[in-house]
């Protein structure tokens, strides 16, 4: 399926608004209230939408801090690699996990409460992962651009 300028209009405004109801959609990206509807089953079922999330505010949970963790295994191989992601998926702090090209393996985007909550992390779980030879962590000051919204 290739996606035409309508189809771009609904995924712009879905990104922003997920729970904008359809009649209101349909009125902005200028289509029928059914054709509206038929068009964004088409693209969950074509896997254009993945899913429907809310976006909630790190501070109101105590999670200010955001760390970016660089990690270098001790080696490349598959059954490492496969260990290291299987277990980094079981740790709640851990927002985001990128296989990377470059100096570091993986890159790692973790919320913490603070400075101390984060070296708790950094020693219970992130230091225990399999195959772990170096980390390098980066806090963030404070966010500059955040965004979930791909261009389309």
């Given at each position: 399926?290739?996606?035409?300028?309508?189809d771009?209009?609904?995924?712009?405004?879905?990104?922003?608004?997920?729970?904008?109801?359809?009649?209101?959609?349909?009125?902005?990206?200028?289509?029928?209230?059914?054709?509206?509807?038929?068009?964004?089953?088409?693209?969950?079922?074509?896997?254009?939408?993945?899913?429907?999330v809310?976006?909630?505010?790190?501070?109101?949970?105590?999670?200010?801090?955001?760390?970016?963790v660089?990690?270098?295994?001790?080696?490349?191989?598959?059954?490492v690699?496969?260990?290291?992601?299987?277990?980094?998926?079981?740790?709640?702090?851990?927002?985001?996990?990128?296989?990377?090209?470059?100096?570091?393996?993986?890159?790692?985007?973790?919320?913490?409460?603070?400075?101390?909550?984060?070296?708790?992390?950094?020693?219970?779980?992130?230091?225990?992962?399999?195959?772990?030879?170096?980390?390098?962590?980066?806090?963030?000051?404070?966010?500059?651009?955040?965004?979930?919204?791909?261009?389309?």
């Amino acid at each position: 399926m290739t996606l035409d300028a309508t189809d771009r209009r609904i995924l712009t405004v879905l990104q922003k608004q997920g729970r904008i109801s359809n009649a209101d959609l349909s009125e902005r990206v200028n289509l029928s209230a059914s054709a509206c509807h038929r068009r964004v089953q088409r693209l969950e079922e074509e896997g254009y939408i993945r899913d429907y999330v809310a976006l909630v505010d790190p501070r109101k949970l105590g999670r200010p801090t955001t760390v970016f963790v660089e990690i270098t295994l001790s080696t490349q191989a598959d059954e490492v690699l496969d260990a290291f992601e299987r277990e980094v998926r079981k740790i709640p702090d851990v927002l985001e996990c990128h296989l990377m090209a470059g100096t570091a393996d993986y890159l790692l985007k973790v919320v913490a409460e603070d400075t101390e909550d984060f070296a708790r992390i950094h020693r219970a779980k992130l230091a225990r992962l399999p195959g772990v030879a170096q980390m390098q962590s980066s806090f963030s000051l404070r966010s500059v651009s955040n965004t979930t919204a791909l261009p389309v």
